[in-house]
Nanobody, 124 residues
Framework: QVQLEESGGGLVQAGGSLRLSCRAS????????MGWFRQSPGKEREFVAT????????YYADSVKGRCTISRDNAKNTVYLQMNSLKPEDTAVYYC?????????????????WGQGTQVTVSS
């Protein structure tokens, strides 16, 4: 069992930055791929980024590529999402997740565990 707790969301003006954190607890956390999805009202949960268990491989949605960086610190069981040049369309609840053997990173069913989410609001 893995528990995930997100933090770092908030209100920011367009063009600003935020860093989201997700602290994981449980067995063998460092063996899981971890990532972020987001969901805004009336929309389906959308893939944002994922990082492999080692941190050596990352993958991003086209909508955030070049503006976001995902990283992890396995010593702290924490994954980060640095978001820069934020846009109003980035407004959503951001969810951290963890999964083993992830093949289709954009498919939410590939992930075994999810956090409760943290709200990010970008004002224009």
């Amino acid at each position: 069992q893995v528990q995930l707790e997100e933090s770092g969301g908030g209100l920011v003006q367009a063009g600003g930055s935020l860093r989201l954190s997700c602290r994981a607890s449980g067995r063998a956390v460092s063996t899981y791929a971890m990532g972020w999805f987001r969901q805004s009202p009336g929309k389906e949960r959308e893939f944002v980024a994922t990082v492999s268990w080692s941190g050596g491989n990352t993958y991003y949605a086209d909508s955030v590529k070049g503006r976001c960086t995902i990283s992890r610190d396995n010593a702290k069981n924490t994954v980060y999402l640095q978001m820069n040049s934020l846009k109003p369309e980035d407004t959503a609840v951001y969810y951290c997740n963890a999964g083993r053997g992830v093949v289709a990173a954009e498919d939410p069913s590939e992930y075994d565990y999810w956090g409760q989410g943290t709200q990010v609001t970008v004002s224009s």
